[in-house]
């Protein structure tokens, strides 16, 4: 491996372990701020009066069981860092295995692990939509915002929003289909496993499409790339969920603008292609990254002093700058890739020419 490609694999696990870290913090910070701040108990002592599921677009089942709030969010909570343990694990390769062996690896092989991929993605959908918002509003299309004043009570909405909305838009549309259609693709194979097997196969084909196909000895991600190893029925379903969860924040009267279409449209395409290739916990990580991540930061910025403000500085810039970089580093990479054929197709010599 060069010597570029080593540094490029040790700055990527560097910058793993990094954010590793400000999410276990966060995660600390989370709890801190919504059991023992004055205004965050006040939250954790009420109680809802029926818990809204999601199941697609405007449909939705209301439990009516009075749930404290506290105890509500101890069990979200509990789900993200179920989240961030799976993907320690893999899904392919585990975390420890990956940074172990990081001086064989290849930035390729890294992506098997989630959490060395997810800051990546992150920064560079975080870039993506800043962009995207100053441009939209340069032109007078609004972005909005969410219409909840008290920042805790948008704390916990935002926290519970990223587990139900991911069954909603993504577990339940995208896994009816794709669940399916790998278990009808590879049937062949699921037929000769015990019924045991075939029951765990269905199961996996629901909460990690990839996993599945690669028990089943179908096309994947890692052996077929991306356009080979996602099929047209996955696209076209990716798709769908992606548009009707960018209605679902217009629509609702929740306070967002037109503006705010385009952004969730590209994160619920985002959201619904790592369910696809890193199983279910993997969006839901994602929406927490959105969701929690970056508002524990932002009210424990107005809350907290140095040398904990100067942190979120250094961590919101460094996301900036990753993302950044990341998008320079994939167009140089594209541009590259096709500009080499009109290379080559240039320096070919016609045998019509004078050359000949």
């Known amino acids: 491996m060069s010597l570029v490609r080593k540094l490029g694999v040790v700055v990527l696990i560097g910058l793993a372990l990094f954010y590793l870290a400000t999410y276990i913090i966060s995660m600390l910070l989370g709890v801190s701020l919504f059991f023992f701040t004055m205004e965050g108990s006040e939250i954790a002592n009420q109680f809802i009066h029926g818990l809204t599921v999601y199941l697609f677009l405007d449909f939705s089942v209301l439990i009516p069981t009075p749930l404290n709030i506290g105890i509500l969010f101890l069990a979200l909570w509990a789900v993200f860092w179920i989240a961030i343990i799976v993907a320690w694990s893999g899904p392919a390769q585990s975390f420890h295995k990956t940074v172990r062996e990081n001086t064989s690896s290849t930035i390729h092989s890294l992506s098997k692990n989630y959490l060395i991929a997810f800051p990546i993605i992150t920064a560079m959908l975080l870039v993506a939509e800043i962009l995207l918002q100053g441009l939209q509003e340069s032109v007078g299309i609004p972005t909005g915002s969410i219409d909840i004043p008290n920042p805790y009570m948008l704390f916990f909405t935002a926290s519970y929003a990223a587990i139900f909305e991911e069954i909603g838009f993504r577990l339940i549309p995208i896994g009816a289909v794709v669940a399916p259609y790998i278990i009808w693709r590879g049937w062949s194979n699921l037929r000769t496993q015990t019924p045991s097997n075939q029951r765990r196969l269905a199961a996996l084909a629901f909460l990690y499409p990839e996993g599945a196909k690669k028990r089943l000895k179908l096309k994947t991600v890692e052996n077929a790339g991306w356009m080979g190893g996602i099929s047209q029925t996955e696209w076209g379903i990716v798709l769908i969920s992606a548009t009707a969860f960018a209605f679902a924040h217009v629509l609702t009267g929740s306070g967002w603008g037109l503006g705010k279409l385009t952004m969730t449209f590209m994160l619920g395409f985002v959201f619904g292609v790592v369910y696809l290739v890193y199983g279910v916990t993997a ?74």
């Open 283 to 356: 969006p839901i990580l994602m929406h927490w990254f959105h969701n929690y991540y970056l508002t524990v930061l932002s009210i424990s910025y107005e809350l907290f002093n140095p040398p904990l403000t100067v942190f979120i500085d250094v961590i919101d810039i460094s996301i900036i700058t990753v993302g950044t970089v990341s998008w320079a580093a994939l167009l140089t990479y594209l541009a590259l890739k096709l500009w080499k054929p009109q290379e080559g197709k240039g320096r070919e010599v016609s045998p019509c020419s004078p050359q000949a």
